[in-house]
Structure formats: C-alpha cells, structure tokens
C-alpha cells in the first residue's frame, strides 16, 4: 500500500470540504427563507433546501472526523487495517473511500 497516495486522497478531500463548495452557504439559504414570501409550495421548497444544506453540513462534519482518524491511522502505522476483524481492508475499498474503518465484509455484518 502506497500510503503517501492514500494521504493525499485524504487531504484533498479534506480541502474540498473545508473549502467548501459551489453550495449556497447555509447562512444566505436560512436568511433568505426566513421571510414569508411566495405561496406555500414556495415556503415549503426553501424549508426543504435549508433541512438538505444541514444534513449536508452534518454529514460533511463526519467524514471531516473521519479524515482526520484516518490521517492519525497513517501516522500510527495502523491505517488499512479493519478495526473490528483486524484484517487488512481491500485496496480497491481504500481507493473508494479512503477514510474508512472496517473492510467491506464488517461493513456489510453492521448492516446487518
């Protein structure tokens, strides 16, 4: 496993995500929804918009944690490695999601 790729898959998407997107901020969404303009059909699209931005952010908040213990498990030397079965997780499962914790088979048992 080439760890210095798996770091910079790490830290590139850390980036994005702390840098933000093309997403209207949640701040300009709840200000600009907030008065009673527009019928009801209008209303209720930007109370939607507001409800997906903060499952958005939260969501966001996650994998930024994620990164983080991820990029820690590189500097510890345990990165790669499933925290629940302690065997190694596939290359292609890293390449997908680099910040994860378990192998595909944990994955799928959680599910369960």
Same mark, same amino acid.
């Given at each position: 496993?080439?760890? +210095?790729?798996?770091?910079?898959?790490l830290i590139d998407k850390r980036g994005e995500l702390v840098?933000?997107?093309?997403?209207?901020?949640?701040?300009?969404?709840m200000e600009n929804n907030s008065g009673r303009?527009?019928?009801? #059909?209008?209303?209720?699209t930007g109370n939607n918009e507001v409800h997906v931005q903060l499952k958005r952010k939260?969501?966001? #908040?996650? &994998?930024?944690? @994620? &990164? +983080? +213990? #991820?990029?820690?498990?590189?500097?510890?030397?345990t990165y790669g490695?499933?925290?629940?079965?302690?065997?190694? &997780? @596939? +290359? #292609?499962?890293l390449k997908a999601i680099p910040w994860t914790r378990v192998c595909i088979a944990c994955k799928e048992k959680q599910k369960a």
């Open positions: 496993m080439d760890m +210095e790729t798996y770091r910079g898959a840098g933000g997107s093309a997403v209207k901020p949640l701040q300009w969404t303009q527009g019928d009801m #059909a209008d209303q209720a939260q969501t966001d #908040a996650k &994998i930024l944690q @994620a &990164i +983080e +213990e #991820a990029l820690d498990r590189i500097e510890q030397g490695t499933c925290r629940d079965c302690g065997e190694m &997780i @596939a +290359e #292609a499962r």
